[in-house]
């Protein structure tokens, strides 16, 4: 299936996980990356680019790495970046983030797979996309700070419910909290996903989580639409 934005589109026909909701929101969040200089960027996991496409647009002077563990998805990717405006600064590779070399980057960004313990999906390539079995929560840390120039960002998506776990492991490897966006779905229900920014710092000046930005995005209005916030935020993307 295609998917137009205001500057480019997407094809997801052959990648395993399609583009959807949470692909968006860490591709448009947060604002902090917009008043960054910014030069070298990574996207892990990217499926059909989605992610690096909105870091392209937003980034402006960088170049952008896409990484994926399936070889359909980043030829997928490849040819979105091809048919993009910036096809020029948008490079797909096959390779897992453990074996990856480049960098190092200014910003890594992640949409990764999440479930650890739920009911395995009969697909393949949905299982590996969704399923923390080839890229753990520690494995996806360690490796960012690894790619990071000092002071570099790392920004993910998860489930709600990781965010502590994932916020104190992130500590082992450097990593501190200075943003976090709990997403609902609608505000009577539970936040669903949580968006997390971490800044590499390995000298004395460590964030500590000493003024972290908190804040919640709510994607439904009371009649089903499109909430204002969520609009705002993905204003420069959807039609």
Not at 84 to 110: C, M, T
Not at 128 to 143: I, K, M, V
Request: glycine residues 6%.
């Amino acid at each position: 299936m295609s998917f137009r934005f205001k500057q480019f589109f997407v094809e997801d026909s052959k990648c395993a996980m399609k583009v959807g909701t949470d692909g968006v929101l860490i591709g448009c969040w947060p604002l902090a990356i917009s008043h960054r200089l910014i030069h070298r960027v990574l996207d892990v996991g990217t499926g059909s680019g989605l992610v690096a496409l909105m870091l392209a647009q937003r980034c402006t002077e960088a170049h952008i790495d896409a990484i994926d563990i399936e070889e359909a998805a980043v030829a997928q990717a490849q040819e979105n970046f091809i048919h993009s405006p910036w096809h020029d600064r948008l490079d797909a590779f096959v390779s897992p983030i453990q074996d990856w070399q480049g960098g190092p980057y200014e910003l890594i960004a992640s949409n990764p797979p999440y479930f650890q313990n739920s009911l395995k999906n009969p697909d393949k390539g949905r299982q590996t996309a969704r399923h923390t079995d080839t890229l753990s929560y520690s494995e996806l840390l360690q490796h960012s700070a690894r790619l990071l120039t000092e002071n570099g960002l790392l920004a993910l998506i998860l489930p709600a419910e990781s965010e502590a776990e994932v916020r104190e492991m992130a500590k082992q490897y450097s990593l501190y909290c200075t943003h976090v966006t709990r997403v609902y779905s609608k505000e009577s229900k539970p936040a669903r996903r949580v968006l997390l920014l971490f800044e590499k710092s390995t000298t004395s000046r460590r964030p500590l989580e000493i003024g972290l930005k908190e804040d919640t995005l709510i994607l439904e209005d009371d009649k089903g639409g499109r909430s204002r916030d969520y609009q705002e935020i993905t204003k420069d993307f959807y039609l």
